[in-house]
């Protein structure tokens, strides 16, 4: 066709002619000359159009109406006939509906004329949604006349059907708004920031989004400024908190200024009491830090805030997003229980799920809640494909095709087993390897040709061959593994090695039963530079002679290792074989998944304070028929199951926080570990031992953490000293003494409830008594004789129920110490707030959510 100007092209006609790409390309080209601007379409309108939703519906009739003016036809019901429009049959519709606005209304202008003004920008949002609802009507019916249902259904209305229930309901009903969008923002580098984002037009509160934060930060502070006062909220990772602002303006600041994510938000002034519509939500197999959601599982009707997640019988992480019209939202976790249920509040109205197994979640919400939606499953990033598929089927092939791909290519297996006699090494990929600067297998990715991992099985052909040792210092480009098995019959060093570069591992099993010293995955950092950056997710390494995962030499800069989603069990017989291990300076984070049956540690790294740290979040681990214990771990949202049947304990690199562990902690020296709102949980009933027990030279902090069912709660007289240690605001039930002191340490215990206490609430020497500060506490049975009661201590039954939260009736209720702790905020095990108010703070360890006014931070899970 020849060229011409999209004018040319539609003062003709000649659409008949054209692709529905042409059109679409001369309609664009005429909006930006239109709006004399070289912008692209959706950047004019966006800035001009407030309700983002309608962006898209807004752009096409635009666009229809510059159709119509060049055709020459100004009814858009005539163009509707024209079947030279039919590829632009949204747009006319669009058009057709804000003609017929425009000719109800006797007015002349577009659709912001008719529903935006700014009397709506100073009313609240209920206000708001009834003013432009009766707007509708008066259109309709004219002024004072008719009625919401007849405006929704009248006939007079036939044209504007769709349209009307997605821009008036879902817009003018404020199921989304035009000012409620998720922002990103810089927080200032400041305890006491300014006033910088205006909240008006109905909110009366942000919602703050945490996202990922560093795997060696336990928690941040966020300092908020309203009304010309600040205050200072604990945030954690993963986490989404509604943070009241009365005075209409609100400012952001941390220590380092680092980004957060906001939106304003309209708190919820009663909990929710009625849900019934049920339904099953389709959740996406995916989890952090790799899950980005596609739809909706969950819709609410306008104006609905709250929906519940039900148990069905197994506890798990369930993380949820929610989306704007535009952007979804970082991701927030909770814990699901196997049994009862957990309300959330909602800022938006779309809500996806997910969690690691990709289970189905049960769901309640209100009136008009849609519940279901597609299940999606998350993946790593892998080379792409631009070059040649090598499909190979015997063990030539595969080392043939090895030593001919080059960047780009990708080598699949045909079921079977491929029983290597070679090593592979970066030097068996001849053609990629120190060409154009490439090293090894960089660029390539070897898969099973399809997902089912058992079917390609790469082994060894005689002890000593078919290990893998990819030494890819310097790559810029992933390395891919997907689909496959490696089983491995011996070896002298590891089975799988990745020395430094990039690598994506997906989908894979790693297993092997004989040979020397044999780790199923080992994988090699960098002290400097060129470290190794490796994904591994859904990846199995099992029944090894040694580690299962051995990791080494590194630093926290050079270097990023993550298991998301993968097992390790059953490693080796000596002491020092463990599940997950790694030495020498190289940090790894683990993300959900399980790791099991270790014959002392399932993880370990060295020893505390030790520079190379395990960071969990969301793992489980546990014993199987040996034992589960870890040490010098740093834990997040985990669960810790039965450690062995005689009870070593475990330790925190750095922090263990919102974790179930059904063992205890022992500290070996002074590491300054926190431990804050963990449930331990003594289930098995296994010995006489200890929530926590800190070894001499410890200083620690303990807080907001529940002790149940141990020989004693908290146990500090394990030697002299010097140790410094907090112990507030615990919960300690069942327990046979719910906390001891024999030593001269400096301690403070302020807030704690002791419950149901076999013998006694606090067992203390008057040494142990000479060095500390108490107050505030409940002790159930009573302190013995050498205790000096604060001046606010009870002696009484504390109020807590079957989940340890306050009762309505009990000792635990707005009765904490109110200068206590100078922050709000905080997570315990299961997802709920630590604190609620600055200014009243229960007893004990949890806070039942509850709606306080003018509290700081207003509930989002209860």
């Not at 945490?210 to 986490?239: A, D, H, Q």
């Not at 331990?680 to 031992?689: K, L």
């Not at 302020?750 to 008057?766: E, F």
Request: net charge negative.
């Amino acid at each position: 066709m020849a060229a011409c100007s999209p004018s040319d092209l539609l003062n003709a006609n000649p659409f008949v002619g054209l692709s529905a790409g042409q059109k679409l390309a001369a309609e664009c080209e005429l909006v930006r000359q239109w709006a004399g601007s070289s912008e692209t379409v959706s950047q004019i309108l966006a800035r001009a159009w407030d309700f983002k939703n309608l962006s898209e519906g807004t752009a096409l009739a635009v666009e229809a109406g510059l159709l119509a003016e060049i055709a020459g036809e100004s009814n858009p019901y005539v163009l509707l006939q024209n079947n030279g429009f039919v590829s632009l049959d949204s747009g006319l519709v669009w058009s057709a509906k804000l003609a017929r606005l425009q000719e109800l209304a006797g007015h002349s202008g577009d659709i912001d004329s008719l529903f935006l003004n700014n009397h709506f920008e100073s009313i609240d949002q209920g206000l708001a949604m009834s003013a432009k609802l009766r707007l509708l009507c008066d259109l309709a019916y004219g002024t004072g006349s008719g009625s919401a249902t007849q405006a929704l259904t009248a006939n007079a209305f036939w044209v504007m059907g769709e349209g009307l229930t997605k821009a008036c309901i879902n817009e003018l009903l404020c199921l989304s708004s035009s000012s409620a969008t998720i922002e990103t923002i810089v927080t200032q580098s400041s305890v006491t920031p300014s006033e910088t984002l205006s909240v008006s037009g109905g909110y009366d509160s942000v919602r703050v989004w945490t996202g990922e934060t560093p795997v060696t930060e336990p928690w941040f502070f966020l300092y908020v400024t309203r009304s010309g006062v600040t205050s200072k909220i604990k945030m954690n990772r993963f986490e989404a908190r509604v943070v009241n602002v009365p005075g209409g303006s609100i400012g952001f600041g941390t220590s380092d200024g680092r980004t957060i994510y906001v939106a304003k938000d309209v708190k919820d002034s009663a909990l929710g009491t009625s849900f019934p519509v049920s339904g099953t939500a389709n959740a996406d197999r995916a989890g952090v830090p790799i899950w980005t959601p596609s739809a909706p599982h969950i819709t609410l009707p306008a104006g609905e805030r709250q929906y519940e997640l039900v148990g069905s019988g197994t506890e798990r992480i369930v993380f949820v997003s929610e989306y704007d019209g535009t952007t979804w939202s970082p991701a927030r976790w909770l814990r699901l229980p196997a049994s009862g249920s957990v309300r959330l509040h909602a800022t938006f109205g779309q809500i996806a799920l997910a969690n690691y197994d990709g289970a189905t979640v049960s769901v309640n919400g209100p009136t008009g809640t849609v519940i279901g939606g597609t299940s999606a499953s998350a993946s790593l990033t892998f080379p792409s494909v631009t070059g040649t598929t090598r499909n190979v089927t015997s063990v030539a092939e595969l080392k043939t095709a090895i030593g001919a791909a080059v960047a780009g290519d990708e080598i699949v297996l045909a079921s079977g087993t491929y029983a290597l006699d070679v090593n592979i090494t970066a030097a068996s990929f001849t053609a990629n390897n120190g060409v154009g600067g490439r090293i090894g297998a960089e660029g390539i990715l070897i898969r099973g040709a399809t997902t089912d991992r058992t079917l390609y099985v790469i082994s060894c052909a005689a002890n000593g061959q078919g290990d893998w040792n990819l030494n890819q210092s310097g790559a810029t480009l992933r390395t891919g593994f997907k689909d496959l098995t490696f089983t491995f019959g011996g070896s002298n060093t590891a089975a799988f090695t990745t020395t430094r570069g990039r690598f994506s591992v997906q989908n894979c099993r790693f297993t092997g039963t004989i040979g020397a010293s044999l780790d199923c995955f080992n994988g090699i950092g960098s002290t400097t530079t060129n470290g190794l950056y490796l994904d591994c997710y859904q990846v199995q390494a099992d029944t090894s002679i040694a580690d299962c995962w051995n990791f080494n030499d590194g630093n926290t800069t050079a270097n990023r290792v993550r298991l998301i989603d993968c097992i390790g069990h059953t490693s080796g017989a000596a002491s020092s074989d463990q599940c997950v291990t790694t030495h020498n300076g190289l940090p790894i984070s683990l993300y959900g998944g399980h790791y099991y049956n270790s014959h002392t540690n399932v993880m370990a790294n060295g020893g505390p304070g030790i520079v190379p740290t395990t960071h969990c979040f969301f793992v489980r681990v546990s014993r199987s028929a040996r034992q589960g214990t870890t040490t010098n771990v740093s834990a997040y949202g985990c669960r810790l199951e039965q450690p062995a049947t005689s009870i070593i304990g475990w330790v925190a690199s750095l922090y263990s926080v919102a974790t179930y562990a059904e063992l205890g902690t022992r500290e070996a020296s002074n590491n300054n570990a926190a431990y804050e709102g963990n449930l331990f949980n003594n289930a098995g009933a296994i010995g006489s031992y200890y929530a926590y027990f800190p070894n001499v030279s410890t200083t620690t902090t303990f807080e907001r953490n529940v002790c149940t069912a141990f020989s004693i709660g908290i146990r500090m007289d394990n030697g002299a000293g010097p140790g410094v240690m907090s112990a507030n605001r615990n919960s300690l039930i069942a327990n046979t003494l719910g906390c001891s002191k024999t030593t001269t340490w400096t301690s403070t215990l302020l807030g704690n409830v002791s419950k149901d206490s076999v013998n006694q609430g606090m067992s203390i020497t008057a040494t142990g008594m000479a060095n500390t500060v108490a107050n505030y506490n409940v002790w159930d049975p009573p302190a013995d004789a050498d205790y000096v009661n604060g001046a606010n201590d009870v002696s009484a039954e504390a109020g807590l129920d079957a989940s340890y939260l306050p009762t309505a009736a009990g000792n635990c209720d707005g009765t904490g110490d109110p200068a206590g702790m100078d922050w709000v905020g905080g997570t315990d095990y299961v997802g709920f707030l630590l604190e609620i108010s600055s200014v009243t703070r229960d007893r004990g360890a949890r806070c039942r959510p509850r709606i306080i006014s003018n509290a700081e931070l207003t509930p989002d899970i209860w």
